[in-house]
């Protein structure tokens, strides 16, 4: 199993438990990053993630290239992509689909020889929102987590920082 799906709402301990998942892999823990930092709020949880992870973690930032970045992983390298949530934000604020992206992403995964652990929220468990975006990006959040679970080996649902295994 060389790629795993860690599901879970917002503050669960997805994060957490994924950076506690990598650490206990052989290999050299490497950090996707996909958020963009756009204010201060978002700079403190950065903050906060870098913290925890440590100096012996490598650091990429991307905000929109997954498949390239996947593409360049190689043999020994364990990888937490954090998170596709925020990758699907920012293509939708970049007004780019993500169906041939999110293709290219899980191909680039599955053909590395890397590990990968991709963390994404489940946006679907709350009210319906109020308006037409928000809407859209909670049916297209949905698709893009049950693509992923398909194609991906393994899917984890973490609640209050405990895991259950779905897949």
């Given at each position: ?8 709402h ?35 949880k ?44 920012n ?30 929220n ?46």
């Amino acid at each position: 199993m060389n790629t795993t799906l860690a599901l879970g709402h917002a503050a669960s301990g997805k994060s957490n438990w994924a950076e506690t998942e990598i650490m206990q892999l052989e290999g050299r823990a490497v950090y996707v990053a996909t958020a963009r930092v756009l204010d201060g709020e978002m700079r403190a949880k950065v903050e906060l993630h870098a913290t925890r992870r440590g100096a012996e973690w490598s650091l990429i930032e991307e905000a929109l290239d997954l498949p390239g970045v996947c593409a360049d992983r190689r043999r020994g390298e364990v990888v937490l992509i954090d998170c596709a949530t925020m990758w699907l934000t920012n293509l939708m604020l970049d007004g780019m689909s993500w169906e041939e992206p999110t293709e290219a992403w899980i191909s680039a995964m599955k053909s590395s020889p890397a590990h990968f652990i991709v963390v994404s929220n489940d946006v679907g468990g709350g009210i319906t929102p109020d308006n037409a975006m928000a809407r859209q990006f909670q049916r297209d959040q949905g698709a893009l987590n049950q693509r992923l679970a398909a194609a991906l080996d393994r899917v984890v649902l973490v609640t209050a920082g405990m895991p259950q295994r779905l897949k």
